[in-house]
């Protein structure tokens, strides 16, 4: 996975309990180069605009598109709003028949349709060649989820010779249309200077538009932006806030990071049992670095009751996450055989939950 996080290391020289300061960064490499909005109908994860909306940036209109793997929108009685719910339904044949009979009669937003069932392989094979062209069309139609979908494709390679510059023109096109996803990828494209010229100031502006929008990918890099003074001038409060929407919306790497801030002050007031709650939805979505923070904690008994089982088996959990940590090690191997055994049974019982259910408990 593409990483643009920052890092800022929690360091042990300031007397902070060991649960604050073990080795691995504060800000988690999670985020990524390509943010693509929720499926249509996924309301557990479709991002939660904010209150303080704000024009995109360079002339960007105030129209707000969804992601291009998100279903295009369909005026109600529209001809081929039942393409829409053919899609939405799993009926992928209805779907694809449905929309292109809607695309024969110009509809840009069909053609859309069909590049992504084409592109995923929606009940038909795979055709990643067919789905640029019905994307191409629709771009050219007008359809922002169409450019948006381009920018994806030629940022990653996906069937067409890998073109940051492509994809930095057609993530422009649909940023100008307000497109939350597209600012946010333009943004980190100006960030990197890779397909257009470093431009922290540029890269800030979109990232911020996508963060007002919701895109909890955007307000989680955004904290980063205001944490380092990239683009934006050093506000602690500021990434504190971006931080805690992101984490709010769910995002794994958010809600550890927050945890952190919360346990240590940083740009807020100190809330333990608060951030042991998002170090928890942290650990169980996956984060390694959350999950060895709470051997610590209960190690320590810092907010909870310590615990030597809930330490190890947490440590045997963030260890079969690919986490190295020789000395919480030891102290799982100085713990009596019984307690050990309990806490490999608690952690098998755990990835067994997570296989059942991977989005936690």
């Not at 799993?90 to 449905?98: H, N, P, S, V």
């Not at 980190?188 to 470093?198: M, S």
């Not at 440590?315 to 490999?344: I, T």
Request: aromatic share 8%.
């Amino acid at each position: 996975m593409r990483r643009t996080s920052f890092h800022a290391i929690a360091i042990a020289a300031f007397g902070l309990p060991a649960a604050l300061c073990a080795s691995d960064p504060v800000r988690a490499e999670t985020s990524s180069w390509f943010q693509t909005a929720p499926k249509t109908g996924d309301a557990a994860n479709t991002a939660k605009p904010s209150k303080n909306r704000q024009p995109a940036p360079e002339g960007a209109t105030n129209r707000v598109a969804r992601g291009a793997d998100a279903a295009p929108a369909a005026t109600a009685g529209s001809g081929n709003s039942q393409a829409y719910i053919a899609f939405d339904q799993g009926r992928y044949l209805t779907a694809l028949k449905l929309a292109e009979a809607a695309a024969a009669k110009g509809d840009p937003a069909a053609h859309t349709l069909i590049g992504r069932i084409y592109g995923e392989g929606f009940g038909v094979p795979q055709d990643e060649a067919a789905a640029v062209k019905w994307y191409t069309r629709g771009a050219e139609l007008g359809d922002v989820n169409a450019m948006f979908a381009l920018g994806l494709i030629a940022a990653e390679g996906r069937g067409v010779e890998k073109d940051r510059a492509a994809a930095a023109k057609m993530f422009e096109e649909a940023a100008r249309k307000g497109h939350p996803e597209a600012n946010y990828n333009l943004g980190l494209l100006f960030l990197k200077g890779d397909g257009k010229p470093e431009n922290p100031r540029r890269a800030a502006q979109h990232i911020k538009y996508a963060a007002e929008q919701g895109v909890a990918a955007a307000q989680y890099d955004l904290s980063a932006l205001f944490q380092k003074g990239v683009g934006v001038e050093p506000d602690a409060y500021e990434a504190s806030r971006w931080i805690s929407l992101a984490a709010e919306q769910g995002l794994p790497a958010a809600q550890y990071d927050y945890s952190i801030m919360l346990l240590q002050g940083n740009g807020l007031k100190k809330d333990v049992h608060k951030a042991l709650r998002y170090m928890h939805q942290a650990a169980d979505s996956g984060i390694a670095g959350a999950q060895n923070r709470l051997a610590y904690i209960y190690a320590e008994g810092l907010g909870v009751a310590a615990s030597p089982v809930e330490m190890a088996k947490w440590r045997f959990v963030a260890k079969a996450g690919g986490l190295s940590d020789p000395a919480m090690d030891e102290k799982v191997s100085a713990l009596p055989q019984e307690q050990r055994r309990a806490a490999e049974k608690a952690a098998v019982e755990w990835q067994e939950r997570r296989q059942v259910n991977p989005l936690g408990p």
